[in-house]
């Protein structure tokens, strides 16, 4: 078993909730732990949760006393604790509070309800060593509650408590008293003779009563610990990767990232037939106050095809089964004409918008970690669904333009509402309507899946559909080559209708009602943007009147309140048009309005779905190198990772440094694609 000696400074991440690999995870109740290896009131190695924000903090810790003298801080520890064993739902750490007594403490969390663990103190001096161990238990209620106290429930001393709907109790084995220090707690004393030791186990419940709380802790407390352990790290060994870089800091950023993300499953529902995951597992997180989970958050609510290409990245060889369940989740929710949902989740939530377009891609990668029959049993199960979806995305309603190339219907489906260019809640992004543009991201997005799914249709001989698949190939990597700007060496967008690539200007500030001339031609036809500032928070009744020619002659584009996206007193429309003259724009409201603006739309601005084309095979191997060198490896290229977009391309206030996992991911595959691997060893 892969032993580690991770300690303070060392990469960390230790959160302990049910596996669902070995049990079954609560959804709706889900309670989460991390360990801390130092800190808190007092300091002390603790184990810490909220119970999902129904408790202000819960915390459990060992307290020393020897020869007077109390000890629960770390710092003060003749050796600091060190993790050795960490997986998804145990933890080991040892330490050694005196330079005579070693301790190891076992961590582990066995179902969503229920934590527990053993303490293990060795004497390895000459001399008997006599102390006392306390348990201690701090429960800071959220509203109505009350602390741990030690109390008789039967024969049973234990700590109980109370905060919302949870009656905590914690159990300990040999024969503790109340400890009667300055923390409640479960104390016992112990002698040990020279290189003898003492192990104690303990459980803590949280269910809607104390009499099940204690009933789950004794059930915890009688499970065989030795063979449960042994089992959970068979399971883990088996699927985890183990990477030895020659860096022990690498090495286990390597495997927390492979327990971070093993962690984020729970299992099938009525709505949602296989395991499906969460985006992140804290201990603030876990509880429904629905009950149901329809009230979770986004990190919560469902997955996603780009977050479950992703996990793959992380959970594959090992994690193949699990990934066969994600996909077969979304191919559940496909309808008569092929669309499957964006992000389907346990609660039955449905986002009523097309999944990226990822999924045959997916199916690839998991079929090639799967045993040759199995492998081939499984492509042919998924893969009519599949061709289905993307003839769905391929339909001329997804088009606006009907030149065969789609766009994206939301933000949120192309992963980047964060971007200046989509996003809608910063003041000085554009916010462009997404529907307007056609970007290089979606075609090679589909150029991959449509090379997925010929490889799919060729091994299982469907050769009626291989003509259709690389006619769809070729016009999608067409239309991605035509976004080519040779001078700036990367792909960009461009406009749905017009096709073309233009800079944005301002056209007219404006901060009151009124008609306002503006008496401006292009030779090439320009969309524009209107931005209201409102003077407070509040939606206001409003109308806009643009007014010019198109190509096809005079246009007047009337604009209600309902018809423009309104956030945090920002409203945002682009127009229907393309104009090749505008006359006039008209505001008609009573509202007080400020700091607005008319504007045409820039569609220069860059950001790191333009490096898709790597990740898809679709750029010829001249344009890629040029990419690579001129672009990715110089003006993306930054200490830590490749930023959402240019660094200094956008407004200082736009966070333009931030770095996304999942799309420096997709570089570096790409990267790999071309040949570049010494880039992409660095980008990693």
């Not at 040892?94 to 293990?120: D, F, H, K, T």
């Not at 022990?248 to 499906?276: C, M, Y």
């Not at 769905?392 to 992963?415: A, F, K, M, T, Y």
């Not at 943007?529 to 409003?542: C, E, F, P, R, W």
């Amino acid at each position: 078993m892969t032993a580690w000696t991770l300690g303070p400074g060392s990469p960390l991440s230790l959160t302990l909730a049910a596996d669902s690999r070995l049990s079954e995870p609560n959804y709706v109740n889900d309670q989460i732990w991390k360990l801390h290896l130092s800190g808190g009131e007092p300091p002390a190695l603790s184990l810490q949760t909220t119970f999902g924000l129904r408790a202000r903090t819960m915390r459990l810790f060992p307290r020393l006393t020897r020869q007077g003298q109390a000890l629960t801080d770390p710092a003060q520890f003749h050796r600091p604790p060190q993790v050795d064993r960490l997986y998804p739902n145990y933890l080991r750490v040892n330490a050694m509070p005196y330079a005579s007594l070693s301790l190891q403490a076992e961590y582990w969390c066995p179902a969503s309800e229920v934590i527990c663990g053993r303490l293990v103190i060795q004497n390895q001096s000459e001399d008997k060593e006599s102390f006392r161990l306390e348990w201690v238990g701090l429960l800071i209620p959220l509203g109505e509650g009350q602390g741990m106290n030690v109390t008789q429930m039967g024969v049973n001393c234990v700590l109980q408590g109370q905060t919302a709907d949870l009656a905590p109790v914690c159990l300990m084995t040999g024969g503790p008293y109340p400890s009667g220090g300055p923390y409640p707690g479960l104390a016992t004393d112990i002698e040990l003779a020279p290189g003898n030791e003492r192990q104690l186990s303990w459980a803590l419940a949280s269910l809607g009563s104390a009499e099940d709380s204690l009933r789950k802790a004794r059930q915890t407390l009688d499970r065989p610990w030795e063979a449960e352990i042994a089992h959970l790290e068979l399971v883990n060994e088996s699927q985890f990767v183990r990477i030895e870089s020659g860096d022990p800091d690498w090495d286990a950023a390597f495997a927390l990232t492979q327990k971070v993300a093993a962690n984020l499953f729970f299992p099938g529902s009525e709505r949602l037939p296989n395991p499906s995951f969460v985006n992140n597992r804290e201990p603030e997180q876990g509880h429904s106050i629905r009950g149901d989970g329809s009230d979770y958050p986004y990190l919560w609510n469902g997955q996603t095809a780009f977050d479950a290409f992703f996990l793959s990245t992380l959970l594959l060889p090992g994690g193949a089964e699990r990934l066969k369940g994600v996909l077969q989740n979304f191919l559940a929710t496909q309808s008569e004409d092929g669309a499957v949902d964006w992000k389907p989740g346990l609660a039955g939530q449905r986002a009523g918008r097309l999944a990226q377009p990822m999924l045959a891609t997916l199916a690839r990668r998991i079929s090639k970690n799967l045993p040759e029959g199995e492998a081939q049993e499984f492509v042919a199960a998924v893969y009519p669904g599949l061709l289905r979806f993307v003839r769905c995305w391929l339909n001329p309603e997804n088009d606006r333009d009907q030149d065969g190339i789609p766009e994206w219907s939301h933000p949120l489906q192309s992963g980047l509402e964060e971007t200046p260019l989509f996003d809608r809640w910063h003041p000085k992004a554009q916010g462009v309507a997404i529907t307007s543009i056609e970007t290089p991201a979606l075609a090679a997005i589909l150029y991959r899946e449509c090379r997925s799914l010929v490889k799919m249709a060729r091994s299982l001989n469907h050769r009626a559909d291989l003509h259709w698949l690389e006619v769809q190939s070729n016009r999608l990597r067409a239309a991605i080559e035509s976004t080519w700007d040779d001078k700036a060496h990367t792909y960009r967008y461009r406009d749905f209708q017009t096709h073309q690539n233009l800079p944005g200007e301002i056209l007219l500030n404006f901060d009151r009602a009124g008609s306002y001339s503006i008496q401006q031609r292009w030779r090439r036809p320009h969309r524009v943007m209107v931005h209201i500032g409102s003077s407070d928070q509040n939606t206001y009744a409003l109308q806009l009147i643009l007014r010019g020619q198109t190509r096809d002659g005079e246009v007047e584009e009337s604009i209600t309140t309902g018809q423009m996206y309104w956030n945090n007193g920002h409203g945002r429309y682009t127009s229907q048009h393309a104009y090749t003259h505008l006359t006039e724009m008209q505001v008609v409201t009573h509202a007080q309005i400020k700091e607005s603006w008319l504007a045409t739309v820039d569609l220069t601005q860059e950001d790191i779905s333009l490096l898709l084309p790597l990740w898809a095979g679709a750029a010829d191997k001249r344009r890629a190198r040029r990419l690579i060198e001129n672009t990715l490896c110089t003006r993306y290229w930054q200490p830590f990772g490749l930023p959402l977009c240019l660094p200094g391309a956008a407004d200082d206030e736009f966070a333009d440094s931030t770095v996304h996992m999942s799309w420096n991911q997709l570089s570096g595959e790409g990267l790999l694609r071309y040949g570049h691997r010494q880039a992409a060893a660095e980008l990693v």
